[in-house]
T-cell receptor, first 113, second 113 residues
Framework: DTGVSQNPRHKITKRGQNVTFRCDPI?????LYWYRQTLGQGPEFLTY????????KSRLLSDRFSAERPKGSFSTLEIQRTEQGDSAMYLC???????????FGPGTRLLVL | GESVGLHLPTLSVQEGDNSIINCAYS??????FIWYKQESGKGPQFIID?????DKRQGQRVTVLLNKTVKHLSLQIAATQPGDSAVYFC????????????FGKGTTLSVSS
C-alpha cells in the first residue's frame, strides 16, 4: 500500500501525559499536513511542511503541540500535557507539491481520560 | 467568517437513485474545490476535484458542478450504491493564500437497499 500511513491508529492516555503520533506520507510527496477532526465536524488545519520546513501553523496549534519533519519524509506530532479537549482524530495528508490534491491517511484517534 | 458549508446535514436515498450533495462557499477568491468521502473511523478519501476555470468535471459515476456566480458546488453520484454510504465533505483551497484546505461540516449520505 503506497498511501499515507499513520501510527498508532488509536491512543488512549490520561490527562497530563505526552503523546506522539507518526505520519508517513506518500513517497516523494513534498508537502505534509496535519489536521484535527472532532466528532461531527470537518477536519481543521493545524500545520504543514514543505520538505523539512514547517511553513504555516494554525492558531489551533497551542504551545503544547509541536510537529517535526526532520528529514523531509515522515513527520511526528507531539502533544504535551494532554487535556480532555485534545480528544479528536488527528489526520495527516500529503501532496506532491502545492496546488496539488491532498491525500489523507487513516488518522490517529486520541482519547484523553 | 469565511467557511465552506453544506445545505443538508443528511441525505437518504434508495439504491440505484441518483444523489446530489450540495455545498455553498463564501469566498470568491477560492479557486480549487475538492470532494472527499469519509467512512466511519477512516480518513477522508479523495473523490473528485475541480478548479475555478471549469464548471463541470466528471469521474466514474460522479460529477462535480461549480457555479461561481452563486458560489455553489455540487456532487452528483449516479446509481447510488450501499457502499456510497458515508459522510461527504466539500473543501476549498485558496491557492494564492496558502494551501490549507477549509472543510465544511459534511453531509451524511445513507443508501438503503
Amino acid at each position: 500500500d503506497t498511501g499515507v500511513s499513520q501510527n498508532p491508529r488509536h491512543k488512549i492516555t490520561k490527562r497530563g501525559q505526552n503523546v506522539t503520533f507518526r505520519c508517513d506520507p506518500i513517497s516523494e510527496h513534498n508537502r505534509l499536513y496535519w489536521y484535527r477532526q472532532t466528532l461531527g465536524q470537518g477536519p481543521e488545519f493545524l500545520t504543514y511542511f514543505q520538505n523539512e520546513a514547517q511553513l504555516e501553523k494554525s492558531r489551533l496549534l497551542s504551545d503544547r503541540f509541536s510537529a517535526e519533519r526532520p528529514k523531509g519524509s515522515f513527520s511526528t506530532l507531539e502533544i504535551q500535557r494532554t487535556e480532555q479537549g485534545d480528544s479528536a482524530m488527528y489526520l495527516c495528508a500529503s501532496s506532491l507539491s502545492d496546488q496539488e490534491t491532498q491525500y489523507f491517511g487513516p488518522g490517529t484517534r486520541l482519547l484523553v481520560l | 467568517g469565511e467557511s465552506v458549508g453544506l445545505h443538508l446535514p443528511t441525505l437518504s436515498v434508495q439504491e440505484g437513485d441518483n444523489s446530489i450533495i450540495n455545498c455553498a462557499y463564501s469566498n470568491s477568491a477560492s479557486d480549487y474545490f475538492i470532494w472527499y468521502k469519509q467512512e466511519s473511523g477512516k480518513g477522508p478519501q479523495f473523490i473528485i476535484d475541480i478548479r475555478s476555470n471549469m464548471d463541470k468535471r466528471q469521474g466514474q459515476r460522479v460529477t462535480v458542478l461549480l457555479n461561481k456566480t452563486v458560489k455553489h458546488l455540487s456532487l452528483q453520484i449516479a446509481a447510488t450504491q450501499p457502499g456510497d454510504s458515508a459522510v461527504y465533505f466539500c473543501a476549498e483551497e485558496r491557492l494564492q493564500a496558502g494551501t490549507a484546505l477549509i472543510f465544511g461540516k459534511g453531509t451524511t449520505l445513507s443508501v438503503s437497499s
